[in-house]
């Protein structure tokens, strides 16, 4: 296979990372993203929640830590951030004492502008996640309230900043396989490869308008991993959403293909995923390394100086 040459080539192909995704505020979004349960437009049954407070976040970096989770992600469902100053303003504080923690952190709030990703950026954010879902072609079948060129803006302002872009899409969707491979390409040709690409099995839930989508098949979520492995050497290939659904075999055939990276906890935003437990034993099977944080020399001595003047 020729991705898992590539994987060898260009990484360490035993070391996967592991990152926890916590959904800080959920639900009553205006989008209307035809697969997101999250969406207020959509009768899912999901109750909505205002942003969590700092105590309850740092609660869960702190268990995510312990479980070995090295990167640390922040969802929020909003279309963007603007007007959301006071929020927003929390969120830099999250940020802020997750990395002192020694933690990656992530975040994923909708669109942004060139000064937020700035301000993100200064309070040590490693990674912003902002996926492209799907072609720009199948876009419009997926979400009409925001365009697809909207969605490389927000790339663009991330990547501008200095942080880290995390984007991807999902597959199940309807997509063709040009579809596919269109994604792909969009984001191959990005002016720098994203740093992490997500590859998201689509979790159809029910009252949303792709409830009755059939599942994704393990063999097409392998062949999108090779590709996303061939075509973006570097990346760090994530096996997202719907892994829950795939045995330790299925998944082992995921990494061998070029995954070098999962989310770990019990839920993935609003759907459910694989426990820290079954998956510490699936590292011990396959013989899988946690894969060690990293920051750039500027951003450790950045940590080192918040470490020493705190307190
Ligand atoms: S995917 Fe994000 S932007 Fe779209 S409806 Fe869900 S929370 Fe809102």
């Given at each position: 296979m020729e991705s898992a040459q590539v994987h060898r080539y260009a990484h360490n192909f035993r070391e996967v990372q592991q990152c926890t995704l916590l959904s800080i505020k959920t639900g009553g979004c205006s989008e209307d993203c035809s697969y997101c349960p999250q969406s207020s437009r959509y009768h899912t049954g999901l109750k909505p929640h205002k942003l969590m407070t700092k105590d309850a976040v740092m609660q869960a970096a702190k268990q995510a830590k312990e479980a070995g989770s090295t990167r640390f992600c922040m969802g929020a469902a909003w279309r963007d951030t603007v007007g959301r100053k006071t929020n927003f303003n929390q969120i830099l504080e999250y940020v802020k004492e997750i990395r002192d923690m020694g933690m990656e952190v992530c975040c994923t709030l909708g669109m942004l502008e060139k000064q937020q990703a700035l301000e993100l950026k200064k309070a040590g954010l490693t990674a912003y996640n902002h996926n492209l879902d799907t072609s720009k072609e199948y876009y419009p079948n997926i979400i009409t309230t925001r365009t697809y060129d909207e969605r490389l803006e927000t790339l663009q302002h991330v990547r501008e900043a200095g942080i880290n872009v995390c984007s991807g899409g999902i597959i199940g969707l309807g997509e063709a396989v040009e579809d596919r491979v269109g994604l792909l390409h969009t984001l191959a040709t990005l002016p720098t490869h994203p740093e992490s690409v997500p590859i998201n099995a689509l979790v159809a839930v029910k009252?949303?308008?792709?409830?009755?989508q059939k599942p994704v098949e393990i063999w097409e979520m392998i062949r999108m991993i090779a590709t996303a492995r061939i075509v973006m050497p570097k990346s760090m290939v994530r096996l997202s959403a719907g892994r829950v659904r795939f045995s330790m075999p299925e998944q082992a055939l995921c990494f061998l293909a070029g995954a070098n990276s999962i989310f770990t906890g019990e839920k993935l935003l609003t759907t459910p995923n694989n426990d820290y437990d079954a998956d510490q034993v699936m590292f011990k099977i396959l013989g899988l390394i946690p894969k060690a944080p990293s920051f750039t020399e500027e951003e450790a001595e950045n940590c080192d100086e918040a470490v020493s003047t705190s307190g």
């Open positions: 009252g949303t308008p792709l409830q009755d």
